[in-house]
């Protein structure tokens, strides 16, 4: 099987839809969706029951208490059968022919060339069709990497096609207790050793929701410190220039202020970025505590 379509969900019942009807839409069949059930507790099982009697496709749903959505893929990873793993976020959804580009450039790249690649990344636009973040001018199509887009910090979201057998390797590795971590932290290990095909094509449409990661990605890094930490350090080494590394040894000692762990770290590091780090955190707790006089979660 040529790929695996993950989704997480967590009370999306009158959104996964989405999803289901853009995979039902696809010319290219050989695929197999894969759902990881958070937690609901409004009706998604029984919209995800529903589905199988009109599915063209395998379905699997796989049903635990809320864990986060990083633990939700790393739980999917384990029951993938397709070479490739794309998350397909439960309340979005893509083009008709998105599979089809993606099988196209995959194959293109030959057995042998695609030892030397972890996936493809495209682009993602909203509704109304404009683009999230930027397209991929500044990125060569092939013989690049994950890291070299960290490095040119390219911005917004994109959709990430991966091997699933260097996924694998390149779980999330969740501080005990905590359960957010950015997802580039997988991509940048992948990037590490491994090329990209940059896509400049958008293949994905998405609706960011009020509830949702992306709009609330403070409050989850502040919840999960340690696991922000690990990001960062990792960022931090693979900085090719001033900017990211720096950027990313302010974000290390913020995330140590979280942490309650600014004196673990090195002495260099402390120096060169406390200030800085001191002073988003100190504006991280006020931002937090104006969403908590708001209500929000």
């Known amino acids: 099987m ?28 050989d695929f197999e969706w894969i759902v990881v059930d958070d937690g609901s507790t409004d009706d998604t099982h029984k919209i995800l029951e529903s589905f199988h009697e009109t599915a063209t496709f395998p379905i699997k749903v796989h049903r635990q ?7 939700a893929i790393n739980r999917g990873l384990t029951m993938a059968e397709g070479e490739l793993f794309i998350c397909f976020d439960s309340d979005d959804w893509c083009t008709p022919d998105a599979f089809a580009t993606i099988a196209k450039q995959w194959e293109a790249l030959g057995p042998e060339g695609r030892k030397a690649y972890c996936g493809i990344s495209c682009l993602k636009v909203l509704p109304d069709q404009s683009m999230v973040g930027e397209d991929y001018t500044r990125m060569r ?36 207790g905590e359960r957010y971590m950015a997802p580039e932290y997988a991509w940048l290990k992948m990037g590490s050793t491994h090329k990209t095909v940059f896509l400049n094509e958008a293949l994905s449409i998405v609706e960011y929701q009020v509830g949702g990661i992306s709009l609330n990605n403070l409050a989850h890094r502040a919840s999960s410190p340690v696991s922000a930490m690990r990001y960062y350090q990792l960022a931090f080494r693979v900085s090719d220039n001033w900017i ?6 302010i974000n290390l000692v913020r995330f140590a202020y979280h942490a309650q762990r600014a004196s673990d770290l090195p002495s260099v590091m402390r120096m060169m970025s406390a200030v800085p780090g001191w002073l988003l955190y100190q504006k991280d707790m006020e931002s937090l505590k104006e969403r ?6």
Do not use: C
């Open 2 to 29: 040529m790929i695996t379509v993950f989704t997480p969900t967590y009370n999306r019942a009158d959104l996964i839809h989405r999803v289901f009807d853009s995979l039902q839409k696809q010319g290219f069949r």
């Open 65 to 71: 208490t809320n864990q986060g959505k990083v633990a």
């Open 141 to 176: 199509t092939l013989g690049e990497s994950y890291v070299d887009r960290f490095n040119r910090r390219i911005k917004g979201d994109k959709w990430e096609i991966l091997r699933t057998d260097l996924h694998r390797e390149a779980l999330y590795e969740l501080a005990p």
């Open 244 to 249: 990211t590394r720096f950027r990313s040894s």
């Open 292 to 297: 908590r006089r708001q209500g929000v979660k």
